[in-house]
């Protein structure tokens, strides 16, 4: 319908020109949340009492000191490539958490339009997001003062979200006598990365040390939602505290929730490769990348401490709130977590019996049988963001062009990742040993 079409059109126009003007330089009247502090009197990170900026131009950053770490790394100086490393990922943490305070405080932005531009839908949002734009990068200087925002590296920037820092860690810290800490860095690597087949054996390597226990073998930084899960999953396989394992379930649900939108928040602004002089292009790749990474985001929250991938966590918890209310007597609560669990699996033969057995209890109303309104919400968003991604681009098509384009074009070939050494399996010792003896 036009209707339709005309809602997705204006949401495609919000995401080409969040794209657009993220880091556009349009003034900005008015006064930043920051303002307001300092006139308050109170201090401000990056700035002086005086309002000054912070001089923090000769900070090294995360990239370079990345790039110092990987160096040191190559030359086998552990404790360097350990104190390097170690900085990098202190620096990366903050600058993460420093631009998602400064991308939510900024988003009230997109809802303050003057009156004659309110009724124009391409005008109402340049001005929105140009004054989001400006905002988030004042906001950027008021917390980290001067620093150079030179673009990081793609290489460099896509290390970091897969934690490739911790592989190297591991090793080091292995090679320096930190046993403990050479565990949790790899099982950090291996939460993010479950699929890496090296990161597996190395889990396996250090899980079979006397010294790494359950409770130590695990992430440095693992998600709150996903510790809450492990408790939840605990008191339900108890087989009696269901309803202490509805209220854990809970509390898991809220804790994805905010950290699906820190993900999703994390996605705007990521660099694209040139798509040519023509604006729509760049615009299209811009948009690509943002709702690949989006889509992205279930699999990133979806990971355990030992590796496993859910196929959909967000629908694993409802599947277990189904059964735990039920057990629990609260038949309520148990046919609208079924059927917001069908929202994402609307065929499964299970979930419909359940919902089946559902009605026929005493005292379930016909009203019961709705999916939870927020979740509605989330799923919605979901589901218009694919419809979009499928319009920009056949993903087949362009990987097969992009396979034929680097057959001539070396340029274009995926680099290769660094071989990363791993610990010495016990036969290897043993046979390093014998060497070692034999040399004596």
């Known amino acids: 319908s036009s209707s339709a079409s005309s809602s997705v059109s204006v949401l495609c126009l919000r995401f080409l020109l969040l794209f657009f003007a993220a880091e556009s330089s349009v003034g900005f009247q008015g006064f930043s949340p920051f303002d307001m502090m300092r006139l308050q009197g109170i201090e401000v990170p990056g700035m002086t009492s005086e309002g ?26 552990w404790t360097e490539t350990i104190r390097l490393m170690e900085k990098a990922l202190a620096d990366y943490e903050a600058v993460s958490e420093g631009l998602q305070t400064c991308k939510t405080q900024c ?6 339009v003057p009156a004659p531009l309110r009724d124009d839908v391409e005008y109402s949002y340049f001005h929105a997001i ?20 030179s673009d990081v590296p793609k290489d460099v920037a896509q290390a970091f979200e897969r934690r490739l820092p911790y592989m190297y860690l591991q090793l080091a810290y292995f090679k320096a006598g930190e046993t403990i800490k050479a565990a949790q860095s790899a099982a950090t690597y291996l939460y993010y990365n479950p699929d890496d087949e090296l990161a597996v054996s190395n889990a396996k390597y250090y899980e079979s040390l006397p010294d790494v226990t359950k409770d130590v073998f695990k992430p440095v930084d693992m998600m709150s939602h996903m510790e809450l899960f492990d408790e939840a ?31 999703r928040l994390a996605c705007e602004g990521r660099s694209v490769e040139p798509a040519g002089p023509h604006l729509d292009n760049l615009l ?20 355990n401490r030992r590796g496993r991938v859910y196929d959909n966590f967000f629908a694993e918890i409802f599947h277990y709130l189904q059964f735990a209310y039920y057990k629990a007597g609260d038949s309520k609560l ?9 929202l994402y ?20 109303k016909e009203e019961y049988f709705v ?49 990363i050494e791993t610990p010495p399996t016990e036969e290897e010792k043993t046979v390093e040993e014998e060497i070692d003896k034999t040399e004596l």
């Open 233 to 263: 999953v605990a008191l339900y396989d108890s087989g009696e505290k269901w309803a202490e394992a509805a209220v854990s379930f809970e509390k898991s649900l809220a804790e994805y929730v905010i950290e699906w939108k820190r993900c």
């Open 107 to 112: 988003n009230d932005s997109l809802d303050h």
């Open 345 to 364: 699996r609307p065929g499964e033969e299970v979930m419909l019996k359940n919902v089946e057995l559902y009605r026929g209890l005493e005292g379930v």
């Open 52 to 77: 000054e900026e912070i001089d923090t131009s000769s900070i090294a950053t995360y990239d370079e000191l990345y790039t110092d770490a990987v160096a040191a790394y190559d030359q086998q100086s």
């Open 130 to 149: 140009l004054t989001r734009s400006q905002c988030v990068r004042r906001c950027k200087r008021n917390k980290f003062g001067n620093r150079a925002w």
């Open 284 to 303: 299209g790749k811009q948009v690509a990348a943002m709702l690949e990474c989006r889509r992205a985001c279930a699999n990133r929250l979806g990971s």
């Open 371 to 419: 999916p939870r309104e927020d979740i509605v919400s989330k799923f919605n968003i979901e589901k218009t963001e694919s419809e979009l991604l499928r319009l920009t681009a056949e993903p087949d098509v362009e990987a097969q062009f992009r396979k034929n384009m680097a057959e001539d074009d070396p340029n274009l070939k995926i680099p290769v990742e660094p071989e």
């Open 334 to 342: 148990a046919v609208e977590c079924a059927m917001t669990y069908l």
